[in-house]
């Protein structure tokens, strides 16, 4: 920090913050610090008028203009409910499915977007610029294939910045056996060996035939 005897930490909106001249003066809510090499800005609750550019402003010339300094991207991340309009305990193969995310209190100051994965499958729900806390209840309908079993998640993304929420609600999908289908039941001269009920892999079964295992589909 050399380059100047005295600076003015300028937020985004133009609030000059903290000044330095030559020790930084702190005020609600923001403190700093400055060496001979940098100068730290403390915010204490950083909030949405905090984002964007913040920059350092000469506090010793008449006039003098702001440089930008650093790029400061402020997210709040949601709360998410998964409820589904069929029993989620009897799923049978190619069932029509429909999930609905509620998610609450989002905000990105950058792109924000919202992911629903079910299995294999990940779908964008929501892909926009979060100008303030938003919520949103979308749906997704889809057909129950093997590829969509398994765990259901919702990712929330602000601009380079994943996470994976923790939602209420539906968080996996399996199903449901066939009636058809038991322990010892044989066609075709194959023996199915069921050893869950719920068929947490999906619509198969293990065919032993002649030491032989096989993938077996629902048939």
Known sequence: MSRYTGFVWVR???RYVVTCFPGCSPVAGYSGVVNVTHTTLTIDSVGMADAGTWSIMD?????????????????????CNISSDADLATLQPNTTLTLTVDIRGYYCSRGASVGLTTGNVTEMLIDHNASD?????TSRTF???????????VSFTCDVRRWDLNCDGVDNLVGACS???SSGCVERDSFFVVSDQRCAIGFSFSSVMSDQRADKPFV
């Open 133 to 137: 806390t938003s919520d949103v209840v």
């Open 179 to 181: 009636p058809r289908l």
């Open 143 to 153: 057909s129950v294939t093997p590829v969509r079993l398994g765990d259901v998640t």
């Open 59 to 79: 506090a010793t010339t008449v006039g003098a203009v702001p440089v930008q300094s650093c790029q400061l991207t402020v997210a709040n991340l949601p709360q």
């Open 12 to 14: 985004p909106d133009s």
